[in-house]
T-cell receptor
Framework: AQKITQTQPGMFVQEKEAVTLDCTYD???????LFWYKQPSSGEMIFLIY??????QNATEGRYSLNFQKARKSANLVISASQLGDSAMYFC?????????????FGGGTRLMVKP | ETGVTQTPRHLVMGMTNKKSLKCEQH?????MYWYKQSAKKPLELMFV???????ENNSVPSRFSPECPNSSHLFLHLHTLQPEDSALYLC??????????FGQGTRLTVV
């Protein structure tokens, strides 16, 4: 079974500063993928970044980067130069093993609030 | 615009009503999903369809009935729901080993 843990229910960050959102995972499968999604108040889940378990380098997408520490089973999201529009719920998710399709297991989420 | 469209966006229904949620994608994906997001709980996978065939039913009560008439459309038929079924219902689609795209969700309230 897979499990995702996000220990920060809510976080504040000052506009233009960087923030790290924590995510730890647990799986016995050697092959897995880790995802981060942003969910604004409108409800849509917006894909941000992906890290494969065999990727040698940490993933980056614009202001988003993923701090992947395989031995610690952590996949923290770093948002640089925070903007007011970054205020939202952020979910870490994992796809693991040779399952049918792309079934994702989600963490409980972190609510990020950017202060002007 | 993610390419996955859900209707309606909001739905209020009584416990004796029958309603349906609709999901449509024109991304050419072969897998479609229903997820449920309740307050203060992680997203829960409900159903998975691959090539129009249901491949996963995550112990969902029979008052939720999915239907996938083709690879672009997915429905969730609702009947005799309970107030605890009030939640955000998210549809998603993907290709194998690729990013999963989500719709904007239907916010359901059962009264």
């Amino acid at each position: 079974a897979q499990k995702i843990t996000q220990t920060q229910p809510g976080m504040f960050v000052q506009e233009k500063e960087a923030v790290t959102l924590d995510c730890t995972y647990d799986t016995s499968d050697p092959s897995y993928g880790l995802f981060w999604y942003k969910q604004p108040s409108s409800g849509e889940m917006i894909f941000l970044i992906y890290q494969g378990s065999y990727d040698q380098q940490n993933a980056t997408e614009g202001r988003y980067s993923l701090n992947f520490q395989k031995a610690r089973k952590s996949a923290n999201l770093v948002i640089s130069a925070s903007q007011l529009g970054d205020s939202a719920m952020y979910f870490c998710a994992m796809r693991a093993g040779d399952n049918a399709g792309n079934m994702l297991t989600f963490g409980g989420g972190t609510r990020l609030m950017v202060k002007p | 615009e993610t390419g996955v469209t859900q209707t309606p966006r909001h739905l209020v229904m009584g416990m004796t009503n029958k309603k349906s949620l609709k999901c449509e994608q024109h991304l050419g994906h072969n897998a479609m999903y229903w997820y449920k997001q309740s307050a203060k709980k992680p997203l829960e996978l409900m159903f998975v369809y691959n090539f129009k065939e249901q491949t996963e039913n995550n112990s969902v009560p029979s008052r939720f009935s999915p239907e996938c008439p083709n690879s672009s459309h997915l429905f969730l038929h609702l009947h005799t729901l309970q107030p605890e079924d009030s939640a955000l219902y998210l549809c998603a689609s993907s290709q194998p080993d690729r990013q999963t795209f989500f719709g904007q969700g239907t916010r359901l309230t059962v009264v």
